[in-house]
């Protein structure tokens, strides 16, 4: 086989190999880019998250009585949850929520008090279309990917399909995503080429990818040689003389 003629042959598999890796690349980096992230993030579907203590915050529950009755606590937070005040304990297990006036523990809470701290984190105004307790981590949804269960999900009725997901144990909103978040995922999955948790920027199957491109611009520069290589003139025109 000749080497120019292999030359060819190489980069031509080799560029459609890499050529459609690279569309890839190029389609999902310009969604990634055109799209703002913000908005990806969902901020604006969400208000609330710093919800201000009320002003007067006399009488709430001594914090020495919570640390005696959970000694494992590392962190006490006080939060206002609805307008209400509450302690999140943060433990070396699970956290525990707390009525900050009362000192009664509020967690775990069930899926009406999930509902109305949802619409009291959502920014939007449709109503609410599904809630379910997640916490078999067998089933739990990609777009959840590490992090932990259980969580309360909560759907909302809207154009771009929006969750929340909501700690039983803390009241806090963990995660929320859309349509055009769980777009950007599958995109991002297909960008870093990790199909598996699509969090993994540094696996095989990109570096197998970037040796592919690799040799693509090396076939590329072995054609070049050809390509610019002086031919020899044709039998028929050798020892021409023009007039």
Do not use: C
């Not at 991002?188 to 570096?207: E, P």
Request: glycine share 6%.
């Amino acid at each position: 086989m000749k080497p120019a003629f292999l030359a060819r042959k190489s980069h031509k598999w080799i560029a459609l190999l890499a050529g459609v890796q690279g569309a890839v690349w190029m389609l999902s980096g310009a969604y990634m880019v055109v799209v703002d992230l913000d908005f990806i993030h969902g901020d604006s579907l969400v208000r609330n998250l710093a919800e201000p203590l009320p002003e007067n915050l006399g009488g709430l529950y001594p914090i020495s009585s919570v640390l005696q009755r959970f000694p494992d606590s590392y962190a006490i937070q006080a939060v206002s949850q609805r307008n209400t005040p509450r302690y999140i304990v943060q433990r070396n297990s699970s956290p525990v929520l707390l009525d900050a006036q009362s000192g009664a523990v509020l967690s775990p809470i069930d899926s009406e008090e999930a509902t109305l701290l949802a619409q009291h984190y959502y920014s939007g105004s449709a109503g609410v279309e599904q809630v379910k307790r997640l916490s078999d981590e067998e089933t739990k949804p990609i777009e959840l990917q590490t992090t932990g269960l259980p969580l309360w999900q909560v759907t909302f009725d809207d154009r771009i399909n929006t969750t929340f997901y909501i700690s039983p144990n803390s009241g806090e909103l963990v995660v929320r995503r859309h349509a055009f978040w769980r777009i950007f995922d599958f995109l991002w999955m297909l960008h870093i080429m990790d199909y598996d948790d699509r969090s993994q920027v540094n696996n095989n199957l990109l570096r197998v990818a970037a040796l592919v491109g690799t040799g693509m611009a090396v076939s590329g520069i072995w054609l070049l040689f050809f390509a610019f290589r002086s031919r020899p003139a044709p039998p028929g025109n050798r020892g021409a003389v023009s007039t």
